[in-house]
């Protein structure tokens, strides 16, 4: 039986290809549980360079998820803040 709900079909600004949509809720999430790992760098001070990579990388996640609206394009595989 095919899905009763048909999703948007979204289009990059930069390429004009297929953007999907990613869930907002599961990227804040981990963006949020990845900024708030680097806690055991406190204690640990072997852990400040994989706990700085991990706030970068749970920044971008947050960034993606709010402003990027979780679409991410197949084509230039990046995200669009613009549209």
């Given at each position: 039986?095919?899905?009763?709900?048909?999703?948007?079909?979204?289009?990059?600004p930069s390429c004009c290809g297929e953007?999907?949509?990613?869930?907002?809720?599961?990227l804040i999430v981990v963006?949020?549980?990845?900024?708030?790992?680097v806690a055991?760098?406190?204690f640990v001070p072997f852990f400040w360079v994989p706990g700085f990579v991990l706030v970068l990388t749970?920044?971008?996640?947050?960034?993606?998820?709010?402003?990027?609206?979780a679409r991410w394009c197949r084509n230039c595989k990046k995200f669009s803040i613009s549209g």
């Open positions: 039986m095919p899905e009763a709900t048909a999703q948007k079909k979204f289009s990059c953007m999907v949509q990613k869930s907002k809720t599961r963006g949020l549980c990845m900024i708030a790992s055991i760098a406190w749970g920044i971008y996640l947050v960034v993606w998820a709010t402003l990027g609206k």
